[in-house]
């Protein structure tokens, strides 16, 4: 996929992406890299996925690279882990993450146990990709963010993306990663950022900074979160499509908040979570994902635990509800600017 | 007996729970009887054997038909050791568990061949990914016995850490995969091994192990989909062993035979009577010369019978005949190889006497020595400390943290 328009910096030569054709450079940059590597998934191979992140592996490296399989996740699962443990750098896609339960005992079970279970002898370094997140108007089965059924999990590591150019370094260093990762890429970000006003013009990545991308390998470490805006009051902790949400309910609302996009929820980027809670003395939690039992809660036990002194104010959630994910009333349950920018409020009042 | 006669649901019982010797009747087939198909047939040239019996050493322990595998008298004998020694290696450890030196175990017998015949047709580069009763594939690779048992009664000494329960072995220097407990998720892992060997242009199979109350699992289709789109060079194997604990097999199917239902998936399939070690031997050596030939995969349906119990954990005489195995139709493994030999002029009982002896003997000096390593009630056991290794290839942040908690 040729990236339209490429500049040169820093000695690197850069394109303008959106976050599906930073994740296809990633895919044939590894490709170039390692002949070990493989990809497969439903509609992932000759049409090169139902989002096109695939695109063009199947003509360049061959079918016996990148192929389409039959639909079945448990079985996508499966071969991806008898791969991996006989010498393979498998990517498999898992056409939405709302599909990724019929796959759930191999990848929890199976895949995330291998090397403890066998003592350290036998490992999968498996790469699942995998859409996830709402705001396309996709209901209950293309909408879900089910990170905290993977966080739960010891053995897995749990990377989420939210903008092209950390999709490309993350994912090659999810490749490259000894140990399985789930690699989430919410699809609401894949052609522009995404700030949660629905009813705004459509706005692509090209304007945004981290729409330019290295054409060539690079890579950002997993466990290393990012601070996406530095501010005294606040701190959000955010990843996916929430960190733009949060953006720009923070621009609207004049609070001088920290924005920590996590990117890896496992393992996770403490340090940058701590240093920030302590300076600011207050934190609000993000997800789209259900409240109970998600990634928030683990997040605010840590800052619990970690921060409790410096704490000014309660630790305030803002998720999804504890609903299925909705059609019609998309924009009821969707974390909004709003929401946020009330918990801030109270955080801040308290 | 709470029965209700407005009710028509239909739910199966055993045939025999409380006694008798009514079988199905794929015995009756004699031996001899089927056609032996080119290796680069089609799957669906498979469907007699399917449906049939393929049997080797008939009535009058001959081997005859057209599957005889022609093995010389010193590889008969090796087998037969071998079934032999895994007999005694099984008395042993279950006596053991008995007096509390064991947490679990779980035998094979009956199901000796089964595992014996597939390692000795295959090559030690061939990946297994086996279930939890084929502990024959250690004993025909050279596993070390005190590196077993040291597993079983989870010593220092134990290669998995004790992280699993006995009989849950790992030996990647075997080409035997760690196995876990849930079942079927064996067979795609099994098809993506056989697939990596396909993609680097190699000639080596995988080979894989359910039961067939595990056939009813949606693993055990996803496998044989795969294995047949791909063309996997895989072997999937159905131990038909009558009882998943105390489940029968019919609840795992509602008639035909299991080897059928990998027809119409075009995949080579044969019922093989898995107490003829002969015919799992002929059936796994044809599988896997047209697996390593790039002719796809083959399931096999090992007809068998359980003879003991699920594990040490479970009675089976609540559920059905105590002397169903002894009137098994097609009886027993080591009986028919060691008739087999005798009827050649090239095994004698005193010979086999002084075999069981001399492995018995093995099996109680190699669980001493194991022993030296620690033992499961007084331990050494792995130290505290690799509780927190292999959960990752590098301990994250978190898991130090909870090393440290522990004070390590």
Same mark, same amino acid.
């Given at each position: 996929?040729?990236?339209?328009?490429?500049?040169?910096?820093?000695?690197?030569?850069?394109?303008?992406?959106?976050? #599906?054709?930073?994740?296809?450079?990633?895919?044939?940059?590894?490709?170039?890299?390692?002949?070990?590597?493989?990809?497969?998934?439903?509609?992932?191979?000759?049409?090169?996925?139902?989002?096109?992140?695939?695109?063009?592996?199947?003509?360049?490296?061959?079918?016996?690279?990148?192929?389409?399989?039959?639909?079945?996740?448990?079985?996508?699962?499966?071969?991806?882990?008898?791969?991996?443990?006989?010498?393979?750098?498998?990517?498999?896609? #898992?056409?939405?993450?709302?599909?990724?339960?019929?796959?759930?005992?191999?990848?929890?079970?199976?895949?995330?146990?291998?090397?403890?279970?066998?003592?350290?002898?036998?490992?999968?370094?498996?790469?699942?990709?995998?859409?996830?997140?709402?705001?396309?108007?996709?209901?209950?089965?293309?909408?879900?963010?089910?990170?905290?059924?993977?966080?739960?999990?010891?053995?897995?590591?749990?990377?989420?993306?939210?903008?092209?150019?950390?999709?490309?370094?993350?994912? #090659?260093?999810?490749?490259?990663?000894?140990?399985?990762?789930?690699?989430?890429?919410?699809?609401?970000?894949?052609?522009?950022?995404?700030?949660?006003?629905?009813?705004?013009?459509?706005?692509?990545?090209?304007?945004?900074?981290?729409?330019?991308?290295?054409?060539?390998?690079?890579?950002?470490?997993?466990?290393?979160?990012?601070?996406?805006?530095?501010?005294?009051?606040?701190?959000?902790?955010?990843?996916?499509?929430?960190?733009?949400?949060?953006?720009?309910?923070?621009?609207?609302?004049?609070?001088?908040?920290?924005?920590?996009?996590?990117?890896?929820?496992?393992?996770?980027?403490?340090?940058?979570?701590?240093?920030?809670?302590?300076?600011?003395?207050?934190?609000?939690?993000?997800?789209?994902?259900?409240?109970?039992?998600?990634?928030?809660?683990?997040?605010?036990?840590?800052?619990?635990?970690?921060?409790?002194?410096?704490?000014?104010?309660?630790?305030?959630?803002?998720?999804?509800?504890?609903?299925?994910?909705?059609?019609?009333?998309?924009?009821?349950?969707?974390?909004?600017?709003?929401?946020?920018?009330?918990?801030?409020?109270?955080?801040?009042?308290? | 007996?709470?029965?209700?006669?407005?009710?028509?649901?239909?739910?199966?019982?055993?045939?025999?729970?409380?006694?008798?010797?009514?079988?199905? %009747?794929?015995?009756? /087939?004699?031996?001899?009887?089927?056609?032996?198909?080119? /290796?680069?047939?089609?799957?669906?040239?498979?469907?007699?054997?399917?449906?049939?019996?393929?049997?080797?050493?008939?009535?009058?322990?001959?081997?005859?038909?057209?599957?005889?595998?022609?093995?010389?008298?010193?590889?008969?004998?090796?087998?037969?050791?071998?079934?032999?020694?895994?007999?005694?290696?099984?008395?042993?450890?279950?006596?053991?568990?008995?007096?509390?030196?064991?947490?679990?175990?779980?035998?094979?017998?009956?199901?000796?061949?089964?595992?014996?015949?597939?390692?000795?047709?295959?090559?030690?580069?061939? /990946?297994?990914?086996?279930?939890?009763?084929?502990?024959?594939?250690?004993?025909?690779?050279?596993?070390?016995?005190?590196?077993?048992?040291?597993?079983?009664?989870?010593?220092?000494?134990?290669?998995?850490?004790?992280?699993?329960?006995?009989? =849950?072995?790992?030996?990647?220097?075997?080409?035997?995969?760690?196995?876990?407990?849930?079942?079927?998720?064996?067979?795609?892992?099994?098809?993506?091994?056989?697939?990596?060997?396909?993609?680097?242009?190699?000639?080596?199979?995988?080979? %894989?192990?359910?039961?067939?109350?595990?056939?009813?699992?949606?693993?055990? =289709?996803?496998?044989?989909?795969?294995?047949?789109?791909?063309?996997?060079?895989?072997?999937?194997?159905?131990?038909?062993?009558?009882?998943?604990? %105390?489940?029968?097999?019919?609840?795992? =199917?509602?008639?035909?035979?299991?080897?059928?239902?990998?027809?119409?998936?075009?995949?080579?399939?044969?019922?093989?009577?898995?107490?003829?070690?002969?015919?799992?031997?002929?059936?796994?050596?044809?599988?896997?010369?047209?697996?390593?030939?790039?002719?796809?995969?083959?399931?096999?349906?090992?007809?068998?019978?359980?003879?003991?119990?699920?594990?040490?954990?479970?009675?089976?005489?609540?559920?059905?005949?105590?002397?169903?195995?002894?009137?098994?139709?097609?009886?027993?493994?080591?009986?028919?190889?060691?008739?087999?030999?005798?009827?050649?002029?090239?095994?004698?009982?005193?010979?086999?006497?002084?075999?069981?002896?001399?492995?018995?003997?093995?099996?109680?000096?190699?669980?001493?020595?194991?022993?030296?390593?620690?033992?499961?009630?007084?331990?050494?056991?792995?130290?505290?400390?690799?509780?927190?290794?292999?959960?990752?290839?590098?301990?994250?942040?978190?898991?130090?943290?909870?090393?440290?908690?522990?004070?390590?």
């Amino acid at each position: 996929m040729a990236p339209s328009g490429t500049t040169w910096r820093g000695g690197a030569l850069m394109a303008q992406m959106n976050i #599906i054709q930073a994740v296809n450079s990633a895919m044939h940059t590894m490709f170039e890299r390692d002949e070990t590597v493989v990809s497969f998934g439903e509609d992932a191979g000759f049409y090169g996925g139902v989002f096109r992140c695939t695109s063009g592996l199947q003509e360049k490296f061959g079918k016996h690279r990148s192929f389409d399989t039959p639909l079945a996740e448990g079985g996508i699962m499966g071969i991806a882990i008898g791969m991996g443990m006989n010498g393979l750098r498998p990517v498999a896609e #898992i056409q939405f993450a709302d599909y990724i339960f019929p796959g759930f005992d191999q990848i929890t079970n199976e895949l995330a146990k291998l090397r403890y279970r066998s003592g350290g002898e036998y490992s999968a370094p498996v790469t699942i990709r995998t859409p996830c997140g709402g705001g396309i108007k996709g209901g209950h089965y293309h909408s879900q963010s089910p990170e905290a059924y993977f966080t739960h999990t010891p053995g897995l590591k749990v990377v989420i993306c939210s903008n092209p150019y950390d999709a490309k370094g993350l994912l #090659i260093s999810a490749i490259e990663c000894n140990d399985p990762v789930i690699f989430f890429e919410p699809k609401r970000l894949y052609n522009g950022p995404f700030d949660g006003d629905h009813t705004a013009a459509m706005v692509k990545w090209d304007t945004h900074p981290k729409g330019e991308v290295p054409e060539d390998y690079y890579n950002i470490p997993l466990g290393k979160a990012e601070i996406v805006r530095p501010g005294k009051d606040v701190t959000i902790l955010c990843y996916g499509t929430m960190v733009h949400v949060a953006s720009a309910a923070v621009e609207n609302s004049g609070v001088d908040a920290e924005i920590i996009d996590l990117r890896t929820l496992v393992p996770l980027d403490i340090d940058a979570i701590e240093n920030s809670v302590k300076k600011t003395g207050r934190c609000v939690i993000v997800h789209e994902a259900p409240r109970t039992s998600g990634f928030g809660a683990e997040l605010m036990s840590l800052v619990q635990e970690r921060c409790f002194w410096h704490l000014e104010g309660p630790v305030q959630r803002v998720t999804g509800w504890d609903t299925p994910y909705p059609h019609s009333l998309e924009w009821d349950y969707f974390p909004s600017q709003a929401r946020i920018a009330e918990a801030m409020k109270t955080t801040m009042e308290d | 007996m709470g029965e209700d006669e407005n009710s028509n649901l239909h739910v199966p019982v055993p045939p025999h729970r409380e006694g008798g010797t009514t079988f199905p %009747s794929p015995h009756e /087939i004699p031996a001899g009887h089927h056609e032996k198909p080119d /290796i680069d047939c089609q799957g669906s040239q498979t469907r007699e054997i399917a449906y049939g019996l393929l049997r080797v050493l008939n009535d009058e322990d001959e081997a005859v038909g057209a599957w005889d595998p022609g093995l010389d008298a010193d590889t008969l004998r090796q087998a037969l050791e071998h079934m032999v020694r895994i007999r005694a290696y099984d008395d042993r450890m279950m006596k053991m568990q008995r007096q509390g030196r064991l947490s679990f175990y779980m035998k094979c017998l009956g199901e000796e061949a089964v595992s014996v015949g597939a390692a000795m047709a295959m090559e030690n580069r061939d /990946i297994v990914i086996p279930s939890y009763r084929q502990q024959g594939l250690l004993f025909v690779r050279g596993r070390n016995l005190v590196d077993m048992i040291s597993h079983c009664i989870t010593n220092s000494n134990d290669n998995v850490k004790g992280r699993q329960m006995p009989v =849950h072995y790992s030996w990647k220097e075997g080409n035997f995969v760690s196995i876990s407990s849930p079942v079927g998720t064996q067979f795609p892992q099994a098809v993506g091994a056989a697939m990596a060997f396909a993609y680097r242009g190699e000639d080596s199979i995988a080979c %894989s192990w359910l039961g067939e109350g595990t056939a009813a699992q949606g693993d055990f =289709h996803y496998g044989l989909n795969f294995a047949s789109v791909y063309k996997a060079p895989c072997v999937l194997v159905i131990v038909n062993n009558q009882w998943a604990i %105390s489940t029968h097999r019919n609840l795992a =199917h509602g008639g035909s035979s299991f080897a059928a239902r990998g027809i119409p998936y075009d995949v080579a399939s044969m019922r093989v009577d898995g107490q003829d070690f002969l015919a799992v031997y002929a059936a796994h050596k044809w599988a896997t010369e047209r697996a390593r030939a790039g002719h796809g995969p083959t399931l096999l349906e090992m007809y068998t019978y359980r003879g003991d119990s699920h594990s040490s954990s479970d009675d089976p005489s609540i559920y059905r005949p105590g002397d169903e195995y002894d009137s098994w139709p097609l009886g027993d493994p080591v009986d028919r190889l060691k008739a087999h030999l005798v009827k050649l002029g090239e095994w004698d009982d005193e010979k086999h006497t002084a075999l069981e002896a001399q492995c018995k003997e093995e099996i109680i000096a190699a669980y001493k020595e194991a022993e030296t390593h620690g033992t499961l009630k007084d331990g050494p056991f792995p130290p505290v400390s690799t509780l927190f290794e292999d959960v990752y290839e590098k301990e994250p942040w978190h898991l130090l943290e909870q090393r440290g908690e522990v004070g390590l």
